[in-house]
């Protein structure tokens, strides 16, 4: 009765409808479950699934080549002829598109494809629904249970998506990803609201999650926050978690542009003219990257292109993508770029990446793994040393701040990156190596481009959740790091 | 069928959206649910996006599908499809009942609404002229592409982004008792002026006019001059580049109406939504320190301040004539006299309150999400026989007048901003007196608005706004709109931005 068809028949009828010079299509299958709670108690719910149909209808005539995009969710088998036309009839009423290019083929020289291990082109789109969420939810209740019996109150939301993309286009390529992706956030409250601890996490599949670990540990925030300590705005040492970091360097590549840096216009921009690429911006050997088969942060290797802008084009949909080093060894070594802004900034093509991850170098290199014990006053590393921990890091404060994480994260000022938000969930006080209280909470304005050089000390690298841009943006590996002067510009009463 | 329901597409009014409504409805009472709600939508979206002049983006989306909201044994059960179908209809009242059973072990408040009117069969659409997916991309494209260039044209501009992003949604609601097919149109377009100097300084200047609930008249004359605030644009620019880095301080402030609006927005309306102040946002968009057991008596601001909500207003962004809950439009009190007045409320939060009647704020932004109490269009009035912005800026020794919304940040119980703006002149003895650079206004929401002494009046007023206010999770994005006088704040702390960002 529903006519449904498969994407991947969605993808083959679209192509075959067109009558353009050429065509991509992009159909993509999503699913998600979730479940919201507050004051330990359950607030909102819900499953849904979607399928979107995308048509990229290229043509090219006297004055230029002119695409015309047309999306459509929730179309119907006898519909997909209609979207064509609509794609068709968009480009041919539209201008050129300054973007325009020759489409990806099927015999494009490098060899990429699909991930390692992922399903291939013919079979079922991945799904999800409310049953991965089954063994969570009772773990869940039970946390919930436990929470009010101890006099606090639990926050949070928790929910599992599955994206699949079939992409195709004229010139012969199919391309297919699956992406998973899912998270918890979990807020811990004072019966009196008075304290407030967050913790969060991102997982593919749930089976990782301790929902009554997660508490357990914010159990032990709230309990640091019983002494209270009120503070001055002003600059401070600061020790910045990983979800904390990833919120500031997320800003940061997103800032990170080929096009605009080479216009003069970011904060990537060299006086003058050009693109600050190859300057240092760190003391520390830092190194910001991207890479689509970073373990654990798998994406999709290669470009998914909906829309134009500034450094994404349509055009490129299908270009392969590979681990791609924004920072290398605290130097500026690559700006996000389509094939068309990279030659109008005259740089290579590094188009951007659904994934980050920022790591020091150290000689004795560490895998990334849980914190270590103990919390001995130790000095900072030495040179070549393995990056510490966040407990470590702590261990080895005389005074400075720890923050939890950060939020209402925005722009104040491009020529700098100057970004503003508040702290939020706690800020902790640690003197002599060791946590003494809690500190209100504070606005700042900070410029993650400026902060990089003033790192004082980069830790080990770990899988973390985002909390500012987790909606857009949740696939990230952050070290903590501890910043001089970090510039707390105002008191906030919040708490 | 008057004029103005004929307007509705009729695409999805062709669609058998009673039939569905049936199926769902039927198929939740069958299963045991004690409520159940309906909705079919269809939402064409274009976006459209010019680099110095050429065409950058033109998207085009359209999205449709349906919902099913049911409440099982006191517990929420939501699910959504895509297949305009009575099948999946049932099938999704189903998968509701199902999830409200899972969920079950987790609820420990019976969900209860409180009681609206059945209003039967109705239709409503929002005031426009010219519906802008009648006109052809190329039109747009054209109009655009030519703003572009006449400020390119000018030295002082180095480059020009433009877009044009239109909205054209359509509701059907059925709960039973009222059955509501809806349409608005909205559209926001947006023109920025960069100046790049030769010592790597850089600046933008953005035009003020707000998105608006109205048609593509809007380009063409209808509600804003864009011929006029383009022409101003380039000089606007240059002189800013120009202009001196502010002196960081507490300064009085006169604030126009395309900056106080976003204002308005973080300050008075986010702390005013009462799923918030109960806590139901603490984990993500936070709380209020405006909490209901302060109603009537918080002083939120100085005695001439009257905020309103409404889901009325003519051209508003949040206006409709009936909620995602079937509760018809209102307009009503959250601050009076300068205190605490009224929350906005849906019908689950009415009820838990003991506020009585919701007045109308559930909002979802498509058949994928379930509704949430979303703003209203959240205005300061203006004072009846008020100051023109002459008057207010005349009033003032030593200050700034702010223009046009730039960057926004609040802390989570709604205390703490800064704001700072796209023009800032500087005030010397009544008079401006050429622009400043670098300005950020930071201050707490009740100090803020408890130093306005002036409030301008009708001939002042704007209605400004955003496409894309966030809130819930999963994430939803609402339009909203909020009007607002010219006003008068003394002394508020102003930062150096440039300052903020040196160590």
């Not at chain 1, 325009?100 to 490098?110: C, D, R, S, V, Y």
Request: charged residues 20%; aromatic residues 6%; hydrophobic residues 40%.
């Amino acid at each position: 009765m529903t006519g449904e068809l498969s994407p991947q028949e969605s993808v083959e009828r679209a192509l075959a409808a067109a009558k353009s010079v050429g065509c991509v299509v992009i159909a993509e299958e999503t699913s998600e479950a979730n479940l919201r709670w507050a004051g330990n108690t359950l607030t909102t719910n819900g499953v849904s699934r979607s399928r979107q149909l995308t048509v990229i209808a290229i043509d090219r005539r006297g004055d230029g080549t002119a695409a015309g995009v047309v999306s459509r969710a929730g179309i119907r088998p006898g519909q997909i002829e209609d979207v064509v036309r609509e794609a068709e009839h968009a480009a041919a009423g539209s201008a050129p598109a300054e973007d325009a290019g020759e489409l990806i083929g099927a015999g494009h020289p490098t060899p990429f494809g699909i991930n390692d291990g992922e399903p291939g082109w013919d079979t079922q789109p991945g799904r999800t629904e409310i049953g991965v969420l089954g063994d969570f939810a009772a773990a869940l209740g039970q946390t919930l249970r436990a929470a009010e019996a101890a006099g606090r109150k639990l926050y949070g939301f928790a929910e599992h998506q599955m994206e699949s993309t079939f992409l195709g286009t004229s010139t012969g390529l199919r391309l297919r990803h699956d992406q998973p992706a899912g998270r918890v956030e979990l807020n811990a409250k004072s019966a009196d609201l008075a304290r407030s601890a967050w913790t969060g996490v991102s997982t593919r599949d749930f089976t990782d999650v301790d929902i009554a670990g997660l508490d357990a540990g914010l159990a032990g925030r709230l309990h640091w926050a019983e002494r209270s300590v009120s503070l001055a705005a002003g600059r401070y040492e600061t020790l910045l978690p990983p979800t904390a970091v990833s919120d500031l360097l997320i800003y940061l590549y997103w800032s990170a542009g080929a096009k605009e840096a080479a216009e003069g216009r970011t904060v990537f921009s060299r006086p003058g003219g050009g693109t600050r690429i190859g300057e240092r911006l760190s003391a520390q050997p830092v190194t910001l990257s991207s890479d689509p088969r970073a373990p654990g942060l798998g994406c999709a290797p290669f470009v998914i292109s909906h829309a134009s802008g500034p450094d994404s084009s349509v055009f490129d949909n299908g270009l392969p993508l590979s681990a791609t080093d924004w920072i290398r060894d605290g130097s500026l070594a690559a700006l996000g770029s389509s094939r068309h802004s990279a030659a109008l900034a005259g740089l290579p093509v590094t188009p951007a990446i659904d994934n980050l991850t920022f790591a020091v170098r150290t000689s004795g290199s560490v895998p990334a793994s849980g914190p270590a014990s103990g919390s001995v006053l130790t000095p900072g590393p030495a040179s070549g040393a393995a990056a510490p921990t966040l407990e470590q890091m702590i261990a080895s404060t005389r005074r400075g701040l720890l923050l939890t994480c950060l939020w209402y994260i925005r722009e104040v000022d491009p020529q700098t990156l100057l970004l503003t938000g508040l702290t939020r969930d706690g800020v902790y006080l640690v003197e002599n190596g060791e946590v003494t209280g809690a500190v209100n909470n504070f606005r700042f304005n900070e410029s993650p481009v400026a902060m990089l050089g003033r790192l004082l000390e980069v830790g080990v690298t770990v899988p973390t959740l985002p909390r500012e841009w987790g909606d857009y943006f949740n696939r990230a590996a952050m070290p903590p790091v501890r910043v001089e002067g970090f510039n707390m510009s105002s008191v906030s009463p919040a708490s | 069928m008057d004029d103005h329901e004929s307007k509705i597409d009729q695409e999805f009014a062709a669609l058998p959206l009673r039939d569905l409504a049936d199926a769902a409805l039927a198929q939740a009472g069958r299963l045991g649910a004690q409520h159940a709600d309906f909705r079919a939508e269809r939402i064409r979206g274009q976006q459209i996006g010019l680099s110095d002049g050429n065409l950058q983006t033109l998207y085009d989306a359209d999205d449709s599908g349906l919902a099913v909201r049911v409440v099982v044994d006191g517990t929420w059960g939501f699910a959504s499809a895509v297949d305009l179908t009575a099948d999946a209809a049932a099938q999704a009242a189903r998968q509701a009942v199902e999830v409200a059973r899972v969920a079950a072990a987790l609820n420990t408040e019976p969900i209860e609404l409180a009681s609206e009117p059945a209003y039967g069969e109705v239709t409503w659409v929002s005031a426009y002229d010219v519906d802008p997916f009648t006109i052809s991309a190329a039109d747009k494209v054209a109009l655009i592409a030519q703003w572009s260039r006449d400020l390119l044209a000018d030295p002082a501009v180095s480059h020009v982004d433009a877009s044009l992003r239109q909205v054209r949604e359509c509701k059907f609601y059925s709960d039973g008792g009222t059955t509501a097919i809806q349409q608005r149109v909205r559209l926001h377009p947006q023109l920025t002026a960069v100046a790049v100097s030769g010592d790597g300084r850089f600046d933008t200047m953005r035009t003020l006019a707000p998105p608006a609930g109205r048609g593509y008249e809007f380009l063409t004359g209808t509600g804003w001059d864009f011929a006029a605030e383009l022409a101003e644009l380039p000089e606007l620019l240059a002189a800013k580049l120009q202009a001196p880095s502010v002196e960081p301080g507490r300064y009085d402030l006169v604030i126009d109406p395309s900056n106080l609006w976003l204002t308005i927005h973080e300050s008075i309306g986010h702390a005013t939504e009462l799923d918030r102040a109960l806590g139901y946002e603490a984990a993500y968009a936070g709380t209020s320190f405006a909490t209901p057991d302060q109603l009537g008596r918080l002083q939120y601001g100085s005695g001439g301040m009257h905020v309103t909500g409404d889901r009325t207003v003519e051209h508003g962004l949040a206006t409709i004539g009936y909620d995602d809950e079937g509760v018809a439009g209102q307009s009503w009190d959250l601050i009076r006299d300068g205190v605490l007045a009224g929350y906005q409320l849906d019908r689950r939060m009415a009820k838990l309150e003991g506020f009585g009647r919701s007045n109308g704020c559930a909002f979802s932004d498509g058949p994928g999400h379930m509704p949430l109490q979303r703003m209203a269009n959240v205005s300061l009035q203006p004072a009846a026989a008020g100051p023109s912005t002459a008057d207010l800026i005349g009033g003032v020794t030593d200050g700034i007048y702010i223009l046009g919304d730039k960057s926004w940040s609040i802390d989570m119980q709604r205390y703490n901003f800064q704001f700072t703006g796209q023009r800032f002149f500087r005030i010397t003895n009544g008079r401006l007196d050429g622009q400043l650079r670098d300005v950020a206004y930071q201050a707490t929401t009740t100090d803020f608005w408890g130093s306005m002494e002036a409030v301008g009046g009708p001939q002042t007023y704007l209605l400004g706004g955003a496409f894309n206010c966030g809130k819930g999770q999963p994430g939803q994005v609402a339009p909203v709109s909020h009007g607002c006088p010219a006003v008068l704040m003394r002394g508020v702390r102003i930062l150096n931005t440039a300052a903020e960002g040196t160590s």
